[in-house]
């Protein structure tokens, strides 16, 4: 698991990493970034008051759908210091009007106000190395690309895209849609085919990429016209479960609950085409994907979100063990799976 996409060590230390240009989709702060050995990347950066918590999410939720059988990027997180990067002379970026602006150290700076500053001082970042081949955009959970012969089966209709509703409710990957995917044009094996991706995993775990996920998160659409109807019925004394669910208060972990956690009826935070075309042969396929991490492949892969507070590191890795076997108790037959 630990092999995952790529080598994992993100951008070469040889040079001085030349800035190539401004993230300029998306909620979280970043820019590119060339290395040494003429590799691209992204970095992203955590929300200023909750540093470590989108990176970690990020990284750890990569080696994870990495090692379920699912094409992701080489992710690894990062420390710098402004001194770390250089900005070429002819070094651009578009505002959100698609104008180009020069892009200089002052304006660099300003962007990285906007990021937490580790004890060192020095900034921490996800590293995510772009992918091989020609971006084609993005794949949707329904219907088919076709521009491409191979995609035959309606993505509604797919297992490992209905059966990946099971993994996403562990991981709490609520916001597992279009957006957060990328068809790639490879050539591989001698024969050039479009590859698909998952990526960009910040809101996953406790994190909402911007903060930590809300209590509601797993539980309810974004509008979700069944909670909104009992709440108006019941004159606002209902409440639901996920109401009384316990923060850690470790801004690093963010909110993963695992007592109000419905193995029946997780939900993302839109509606998902797939997801809800699932059947229950489709969510047993994805628990029994679940139920192969044993505690000691948790442990590992959450490690690699490098959380410098051992107490966050031991509340995610809890509450993935405890939401795996939620999962499995309730979607595979007794003694499938011992750990």
């Known amino acids: 698991m630990l092999s995952g996409p790529g080598p994992g060590t993100g951008p070469s230390r040889a040079k001085k990493w030349k800035v190539t240009g401004l993230k300029t989709q998306g909620v979280s702060l970043g820019f590119r970034i060339k290395d040494a050995e003429g590799q691209t990347f992204q970095l992203k950066f955590d929300p200023k008051d909750y540093p470590q918590l989108a990176t970690?999410?990020?990284v750890v939720t990569t080696y994870l759908f990495w090692a379920a059988g699912y094409n992701v990027p080489d992710n690894a997180i990062v420390n710098f210091e402004m001194g770390d990067l250089e900005i070429p002379a002819d070094a651009t970026y578009e505002d959100d009007l698609g104008r180009k602006h020069p892009l200089d150290r002052v304006r660099l700076e300003q962007l990285l106000q906007g990021a937490p500053r580790e004890p060192d001082s020095t900034y921490r970042a996800v590293a995510s190395r772009y992918?091989?081949?020609?971006?084609l955009g993005e794949w949707t959970y329904n219907g088919r690309r076709t521009d491409d012969p191979?995609?035959?089966?309606?993505?509604?209709l797919r297992r490992e895209l209905?059966?990946?509703?099971?993994?996403?409710?562990?991981?709490?990957?609520?916001?597992?849609?279009?957006?957060?995917?990328?068809d790639?044009?490879?050539?591989?094996?001698?024969?050039?085919?479009v590859r698909h991706h998952l990526l960009d995993?910040?809101?996953?775990?406790?994190?909402?990429?911007?903060?930590?996920?809300?209590?509601?998160a797993g539980h309810e659409y974004v509008l979700d016209y069944g909670g909104s109807?009992?709440?108006?019925?019941?004159?606002?004394?209902?409440?639901?479960?996920?109401?009384f669910g316990r923060d850690p208060h470790l801004p690093a972990a963010g909110y993963l609950e695992t007592e109000t956690f419905d193995p029946d009826g997780w939900r993302p935070f839109l509606p998902n085409p797939a997801f809800d075309a699932r059947t229950e042969r489709d969510i047993r396929w994805g628990a029994r994907i679940v139920a192969g991490f044993s505690d000691e492949l948790i442990r590992a892969a959450v490690e690699r979100g490098r959380y410098s507070d051992p107490r966050v590191t031991e509340y995610l890795a809890r509450a993935l063990i405890e939401r795996r076997d939620k999962l499995v108790r309730r979607w595979l037959p007794d003694g499938a799976v011992q750990h």
């Open 229 to 243: 109807g009992r709440a108006l019925a019941t004159a606002g004394l209902y409440r639901p479960k996920w109401e």
């Open 150 to 156: 191979e995609d035959l089966v309606p993505h509604e």
């Open 184 to 193: 790639m044009w490879v050539t591989d094996g001698g024969r050039s085919f």
């Open 201 to 216: 995993f910040s809101s996953c775990l406790g994190s909402a990429s911007i903060a930590a996920h809300p209590l509601r």
């Open 56 to 58: 970690g999410a990020d």
């Open 131 to 135: 992918l091989k081949g020609k971006p």
């Open 162 to 182: 209905r059966g990946l509703w099971t993994l996403a409710a562990w991981v709490n990957h609520d916001d597992a849609s279009a957006r957060n995917t990328l």
